[in-house]
Nanobody, 124 residues
Framework: QMQLAESGGGLVLPGDSLRLSCVGS????????MAWFRQAPGKEREFVAA????????YYADSVKGRFTISRDNGKNAVYLQMDSLKPDDTGLYYC?????????????????WGQGTQVTVSS
């Protein structure tokens, strides 16, 4: 059973940057696809970014394209989300997810493991 632990959230000003980290432990393979989702207050959880198990295929939500970058370090079983030019609409609880398979998807159902989330608040 894989456990995921997110870190790096915080309170920032519009236009600032943050880097989220997610480290997996207890997994059986370092080639699991990993992704980031977020949930704003009063809204459903939504896809943000995903990376396949080999790091060569990445997907982004339209709302974050050009501002967010997902990357991974298979040696550390970790995935990162570099978030630049943050906006108030980026506020939410950010979840890391992983699945038993290398292919990445931009929706929740294929993901088998979830972290507890890290809060990102963008406010002036």
């Amino acid at each position: 059973q894989m456990q995921l632990a997110e870190s790096g959230g915080g309170l920032v000003l519009p236009g600032d940057s943050l880097r989220l980290s997610c480290v997996g432990s207890g997994g059986t393979s370092v080639t699991e696809a990993m992704a980031w989702f977020r949930q704003a207050p009063g809204k459903e959880r939504e896809f943000v970014a995903a990376c396949n198990g080999y790091g060569n295929t990445k997907y982004y939500a339209d709302s974050v394209k050009g501002r967010f970058t997902i990357s991974r370090d298979n040696g550390k079983n970790a995935v990162y989300l570099q978030m630049d030019s943050l906006k108030p609409d980026d506020t939410g609880l950010y979840y890391c997810a992983a699945r038993r398979g290398a292919a990445a998807y931009n929706f929740e159902a294929p993901y088998d493991y979830w972290g507890q989330g890290t809060q990102v608040t963008v406010s002036s």
